[in-house]
């Protein structure tokens, strides 16, 4: 997945200090997926270091989905019914939280803080001063119901609360990478809010299908050029250089934007396809 990515996931990556003095989040990083079983190999990987390291989780799911990460979890040795009753797993639904948040008399970011922090509180209280991990995907619920406003809005919250207790917080999107607009608009917010982004599960996949996108479309010359450019003047460490070539394109070659795009999908898909197991 990436060097940064798996520190991240392994909690050896930390920020500093947040502007307050307090000790600021370990970092707020995103996945972006395409099947669910991408998705419960991260969220496991991160949740099961954290267990390891006897740091407790929140984990802000559908139902559905923690019902994916607890099996996951069992096959690495960890009963997720076990660790909530010993207060190292907090668990709550995102339509309880999105409940708790939107239908409070208080404003939004009030309502937020209160539910989202009381919730970090408790988890908290079984930390023994090691780090809280959590993982969360209210933003995808929101960004999902045609809401993307308030996901960056929600995302930002997660940012405050980071200025005054110290967690990792993981989300997660399922968002198409290949998709033009999504390219051109939605990803460059998604990645602003976050201090690591993986665009796709396979980050070296990613990689090599870009390079041979573009240099089919533009020619390898041209695409040594667009590398050169986009290593040089979009510096952006908290991504990967495909996914910067990718929002390079699609915001300074309109023209062969769609081409590239659809034929990173084609060799990535065929790169990575699987049998679609995520409900097993």
């Not at 939004?108 to 780090?131: N, S, Y």
């Not at 929600?154 to 997660?172: I, K, P």
């Not at 870009?210 to 979009?234: I, P, T």
């Not at 309109?254 to 197991?277: F, I, N, Q």
């Amino acid at each position: 997945m990436g060097k940064v990515w798996d520190e991240f996931l392994h909690g050896s990556v930390a920020d500093g200090i947040a502007a307050n003095g307090s000790p600021a989040t370990c970092g707020h990083a995103v996945e972006i997926y395409s099947r669910l079983e991408e998705l419960g190999d991260t969220v496991t990987e991160f949740l099961a270091a954290g267990f390891e390291l006897g740091e407790p989780a929140l984990v802000l799911a559908r139902r559905e989905h923690f019902k994916l990460f607890a099996t996951r979890l069992a096959a690495r040795g960890w009963d997720a019914a076990l660790q909530q009753q010993e207060g190292l797993l907090v668990v709550a639904d995102t339509a309880t939280i999105r409940h708790a948040v939107f239908d409070s008399d208080l404003p939004f970011a009030e309502a937020f803080e209160q539910v989202i922090g009381e919730l970090l509180d408790r988890t908290a209280a079984h930390a023994c001063g090691r780090d809280v991990r959590v993982f969360g995907e209210l933003v995808d619920v929101l960004y999902r119901d045609g809401q993307p406003e308030t996901a960056i809005a929600v995302e930002e919250l997660w940012n405050h609360l980071a200025r005054s207790r110290r967690f990792s917080l993981l989300c997660g999107y399922e968002l198409d990478v290949f998709d033009p607009e999504a390219q051109a608009g939605t990803l460059g917010e998604i990645c602003r809010v976050h201090s690591h982004v993986l665009p796709a599960h396979d980050a070296d996949g990613l990689a090599r299908a870009v390079r041979l996108a573009l240099d089919e479309e533009l020619g390898q010359a041209k695409a040594a050029d667009v590398y050169y450019v986009v290593g040089n003047r979009f510096r952006d460490e908290r991504l990967p250089i495909a996914q910067r070539v990718l929002m390079w394109v699609a915001a300074n070659r309109p023209d062969a934007a769609d081409r590239v795009l659809a034929k990173a999908r084609a060799h990535y898909g065929a790169a990575t396809a699987v049998p679609d197991t995520a409900g097993v």
